[in-house]
């Protein structure tokens, strides 16, 4: 199993800068891939982009990918999502999810963090 913990978030303006981590614990493996997707009020839950541990690579939304920069903590399993000019449209549930594959679907990921609020006011 493996543990995933979110932090960051809350009431931001339009235009600023937002940070998430994710931790992850348990039974972390080296070709863990972490990635991070969204939930919308009213919306389906979509991707945003994920990470992968072994060689650095990385996946992006088409629509955000101008915007959102996924980085690691090297000395603990830990990810950031970095998202720049935030939109009112951002206003979202955030999950951190990790899996074993750089992909776009949730299918592809086997363990979920139980998400945090990000709230964007115009």
């Known amino acids: 199993q493996v543990q995933l913990v979110e932090s960051g978030g809350g009431l931001l303006q339009a235009g600023d800068s937002l940070r998430l981590s994710c931790t992850a614990s348990g039974r972390t493996f080296s070709g863990l891939v972490m990635g991070w997707f969204r939930r919308a009020p009213g919306k389906e839950r979509e991707f945003v982009g994920s990470y992968r541990w072994r060689d650095d690579g990385t996946l992006y939304s088409e629509s955000l990918k101008e915007r959102v920069t996924i980085t690691k903590d090297n000395s603990k399993t830990t990810t950031y999502l970095l998202m720049r000019s935030l939109k009112p449209e951002d206003t979202a549930v955030y999950y951190c999810?990790?899996?074993?594959?750089?992909?776009?679907?949730?299918?592809?990921?086997?363990?979920w963090g139980q998400g945090t609020q990000v709230t964007v006011s115009s």
């Open positions: 999810a990790a899996g074993r594959s750089l992909a776009y679907a949730e299918m592809w990921y086997n363990y």
